[in-house]
């Protein structure tokens, strides 16, 4: 789609893969399994801290299999799968939630990498079969779901915003949301080729950085006659436990390199996307703009990523997630790998020092709290408008009726299936009853 007049990407969007980039995924898949297994990583954020448990024999193999099947199967088949069909673009919940789980369920070491590759012949075999059965249908949901890429896109530029008001307050919040709205106006007017919120996102991002570095040096000046800081650093009981995570993570060294090298050059296939609008903007060939998506996302996780590391022991499977952005812009494989490799080993030596500039720095600590709660506003929203707008696509009012009737019932239900991923499956679900619907002769569809 041209993001700035707002048309939709074009139909025909598919998953059929080149055979180095099938054997990519398979190969990757298997290897993230096996981290999964060696309780070395794990993609989900949510279920990292479960890992420390099972690391040290509190918890067993099923129970924590349990944990991340209970907080991954929302994502991958109510917003993994359904994103993957609508751009034919592939996305962390369809690739590494699965691996997670098949990864600490194989009760032999050697079994891991076999269930992972499978899962990874699944996605790059079976996807597109999938795709191609659901564009032959009367209504054509998969294509109807495209119109999400509108208000996913333009939505998500706002999370800065969100971000700023959240912990600076109204004035700082107000400011910032003039200042992207002129810049947003600004862009599509003179780089109307241009992913309208880039440049927008870039001031709204540094803006937070700039509000929380400055609050924390001024606290520190405040501070400094009282030197007590690194009295309770050396205290904290929980240092030799983030010192011992970090040198279990340092001992596997070749293996993250190996890990790295992989995602990296996954990203730089454009055949990924670490997020929902970043799979568009990969969809519609925009790869610098994505990379600067994905670029900005990093500073709600890295704080994160690199806290549940530290006490748990278990890294993330795509690290800080910079290389998404730098495998984007990677001209070729090969230099991807290297560099991806290189990334991931920097990340995991400084992990344990990363840990201890972000405990002097509790403002940008914030910061990454507040930009991750304002992403997930930002794409709830966007996401329920995107869903609706499909709906209506290709059901007008009774599409609307149906994809809605199914968010409210499953919020009603308290939310089997979570927020983020009920309206991308309530239209696979609604599409499928439309298309019942139609060879029952209850319902004509309409004409694209």
Same mark, same amino acid.
């Given at each position: 789609?041209?993001?700035?007049?707002?048309?939709?990407?074009?139909?025909?969007?598919?998953?059929?893969? @080149?055979?180095?980039?099938?054997?990519?995924?398979?190969?990757?898949?298997?290897?993230?399994?096996?981290?999964?297994?060696?309780?070395?990583?794990?993609?989900?954020?949510?279920?990292?801290?479960?890992?420390?448990?099972?690391?040290?024999?509190?918890?067993?193999?099923?129970?924590? @299999?349990?944990?991340?099947?209970?907080?991954?199967?929302?994502?991958?088949?109510?917003?993994?799968?359904?994103?993957?069909?609508?751009?034919?673009?592939?996305?962390?919940?369809?690739?590494?939630?699965?691996?997670?789980?098949?990864?600490?369920?194989?009760?032999?070491?050697?079994?891991?990498?076999?269930?992972?590759?499978?899962?990874?012949?699944?996605?790059?075999?079976?996807?597109?079969?999938?795709?191609?059965?659901?564009?032959?249908?009367?209504?054509?949901?998969?294509?109807?779901?495209?119109?999400?890429?509108?208000?996913?896109?333009?939505?998500?530029?706002?999370?800065?915003?969100?971000?700023?008001?959240?912990?600076?307050?109204?004035?700082?919040?107000?400011?910032?949301?003039?200042?992207?709205?002129?810049?947003?106006?600004?862009?599509?007017?003179?780089?109307?080729?241009?992913?309208?919120?880039?440049?927008?996102?870039?001031?709204?991002?540094?803006?937070?950085?700039?509000?929380?570095?400055?609050?924390?040096?001024?606290?520190?000046?405040?501070?400094?006659?009282?030197?007590?800081?690194?009295?309770?650093?050396?205290?904290?009981?929980?240092?030799?436990?983030?010192?011992?995570?970090?040198?279990?993570?340092?001992?596997?060294?070749?293996?993250?390199?190996?890990?790295?090298?992989?995602?990296?050059?996954?990203?730089?296939?454009?055949?990924?996307?670490?997020?929902?609008?970043?799979?568009?903007?990969?969809?519609?060939?925009?790869?610098?703009?994505?990379?600067?998506?994905?670029? #900005?996302?990093?500073?709600?996780?890295?704080?994160?990523?690199? @806290?549940?590391?530290?006490?748990?022991?278990?890294?993330?499977?795509?690290?800080?997630?910079?290389?998404?952005?730098?495998?984007?812009?990677?001209?070729?494989?090969?230099?991807?790998?290297?560099?991806?490799?290189?990334?991931?080993?920097?990340?995991?030596?400084?992990?344990? #020092?990363?840990?201890?500039?972000?405990?002097?720095?509790?403002?940008?600590?914030?910061?990454?709290?507040?930009?991750?709660?304002?992403?997930?506003? @930002?794409?709830?929203?966007?996401?329920?408008?995107?869903?609706?707008?499909?709906?209506?696509?290709?059901?007008?009012?009774?599409?609307?009726?149906?994809?809605?009737?199914?968010?409210?019932?499953?919020?009603?239900?308290?939310?089997?299936?979570?927020?983020?991923?009920?309206?991308?499956?309530?239209?696979?679900?609604?599409?499928?009853?439309?298309?019942?619907?139609?060879?029952?002769?209850?319902?004509?569809?309409?004409?694209?």
């Amino acid at each position: 789609m041209n993001t700035s007049t707002g048309t939709v990407i074009a139909a025909g969007a598919n998953l059929d893969f @080149t055979l180095a980039q099938q054997l990519t995924v398979i190969a990757l898949c298997a290897l993230t399994a096996f981290t999964s297994h060696m309780a070395l990583a794990v993609f989900n954020d949510g279920v990292r801290p479960f890992m420390l448990d099972f690391i040290q024999g509190r918890s067993t193999r099923s129970a924590t @299999t349990a944990v991340s099947f209970g907080l991954s199967a929302g994502f991958i088949f109510g917003l993994g799968a359904p994103m993957a069909l609508s751009t034919g673009v592939l996305n962390p919940w369809l690739v590494f939630l699965p691996t997670d789980i098949l990864g600490i369920l194989a009760p032999k070491k050697w079994l891991a990498p076999i269930l992972g590759g499978a899962w990874g012949a699944v996605v790059v075999f079976g996807l597109n079969g999938a795709n191609n059965l659901a564009h032959d249908l009367p209504v054509d949901f998969l294509t109807a779901m495209q119109q999400m890429s509108t208000p996913i896109l333009f939505l998500f530029t706002l999370f800065p915003v969100l971000a700023i008001t959240k912990q600076f307050g109204r004035k700082w919040g107000g400011i910032a949301g003039v200042a992207e709205l002129a810049l947003v106006v600004m862009t599509m007017k003179l780089w109307p080729k241009v992913f309208a919120g880039a440049i927008a996102m870039a001031v709204g991002v540094l803006l937070l950085i700039a509000l929380a570095v400055a609050k924390d040096l001024k606290q520190r000046k405040a501070d400094r006659a009282n030197e007590v800081e690194e009295i309770a650093l050396a205290d904290d009981p929980m240092a030799s436990l983030f010192s011992a995570s970090a040198a279990r993570l340092r001992r596997y060294l070749p293996l993250f390199m190996v890990l790295g090298a992989g995602v990296c050059v996954l990203a730089q296939m454009h055949i990924f996307g670490g997020g929902e609008a970043t799979s568009f903007l990969i969809a519609k060939g925009q790869y610098g703009e994505a990379a600067q998506v994905d670029f #900005y996302r990093v500073f709600g996780f890295i704080p994160l990523i690199a @806290t549940t590391a530290l006490a748990s022991g278990a890294y993330g499977i795509a690290g800080f997630t910079l290389v998404y952005p730098i495998g984007y812009l990677m001209p070729n494989p090969f230099l991807a790998a290297v560099v991806g490799a290189l990334v991931f080993a920097a990340e995991v030596l400084a992990l344990s #020092y990363i840990g201890k500039f972000l405990g002097k720095l509790p403002s940008v600590r914030d910061s990454s709290e507040h930009l991750r709660s304002a992403i997930s506003d @930002t794409l709830q929203l966007a996401i329920l408008f995107g869903s609706l707008m499909a709906a209506n696509a290709m059901g007008a009012g009774l599409g609307i009726l149906i994809v809605g009737g199914l968010y409210l019932l499953n919020e009603a239900m308290g939310r089997p299936v979570v927020r983020m991923a009920a309206a991308p499956a309530a239209v696979i679900v609604g599409g499928i009853a439309l298309n019942v619907l139609y060879w029952l002769d209850l319902f004509t569809p309409l004409k694209a």
